[in-house]
T-cell receptor, first 112, second 112 residues
Framework: GENVEQHPSTLSVQEGDSAVIKCTYS??????FPWYKQELGKRPQLIIDIRSNVGEKKDQRIAVTLNKTAKHFSLHITETQPEDSAVYFC???????????FGKGTKLSVKP | NAGVTQTPKFQVLKTGQSMTLQCAQDMNHEYMSWYRQDPGMGLRLIHYSVGAGITDQGEVPNGYNVSRSTTEDFPLRLLSAAPSQTSVYFC???????????FGNGTRLTVT
């Protein structure tokens, strides 16, 4: 079935450095790719999303890039801060149903 | 707006017991879904609904039932709880499929 692979599973960076998380998907019909941030004990919250007709989207320190040919998309966080520490999930829509299939998550730690 | 409201927050069941996890949204969203979250497994889709009266299975539907009699409510039923159903359950809704998901605060379920 359709799946989403996410790497790395853990990522540790120094405050001020950049962080990159990568995801690949298998369903060529996927057309919506959101990223969620989940702090410990809290619900996932959308931080940025991109649709298949766009190659890149940016929101302040966060950007997402999409390569439809290679079926992968990435989250870029610049100038990381301790409050960026959380688990990040990528997701891809599944065909016409529009369900989201999630990656297994990346635990990001930003050291002061 | 309260957003997506889940009850209860915590629940302990014994094997074989049944219960219903409640989910309600006040955003007039057509699409609602249930996910379970287990360590290292990300978020896996259990069941979803694209509108009142319409439900369908996700990735891991076995052991769970749902119904959607109104736009606002989407309860998840465990008919005979098993230890493998110990997890954190999230209800989520969106205006339409393939659009940002809004998550509830989750229900932590333990089956002994």
């Amino acid at each position: 079935g359709e799946n989403v692979e996410q790497h790395p599973s853990t990522l540790s960076v120094q405050e001020g450095d950049s962080a990159v998380i990568k995801c690949t998907y298998s369903d060529s019909a996927s057309n919506y790719f959101p990223w969620y941030k989940q702090e410990l004990g809290k619900r996932p919250q959308l931080i940025i999303d991109i649709r298949s007709n766009v190659g890149e989207k940016k929101d302040q320190r966060i950007a997402v890039t999409l390569n439809k040919t290679a079926k992968h998309f990435s989250l870029h966080i610049t100038e990381t801060q301790p409050e960026d520490s959380a688990v990040y999930f990528c997701a891809a829509s599944r065909g016409s149903q529009g369900n989201l299939i999630f990656g297994k998550g990346t635990k990001l730690s930003v050291k002061p | 707006n309260a957003g997506v409201t889940q009850t209860p927050k915590f629940q302990v069941l014994k094997t074989g017991q049944s219960m219903t996890l409640q989910c309600a949204q006040d955003m007039n969203h057509e699409y609602m879904s249930w996910y379970r979250q287990d360590p290292g497994m990300g978020l896996r889709l259990i069941h979803y609904s694209v509108g009142a009266g319409i439900t369908d299975q996700g990735e891991v539907p076995n052991g769970y039932n749902v119904s959607r009699s109104t736009t606002e409510d989407f309860p998840l039923r465990l008919l005979s709880a098993a230890p493998s159903q110990t997890s954190v359950y999230f209800c989520a809704s969106s205006k339409i499929p393939n659009s940002p998901l809004h998550f509830g605060n989750g229900t932590r379920l333990t089956v002994t």
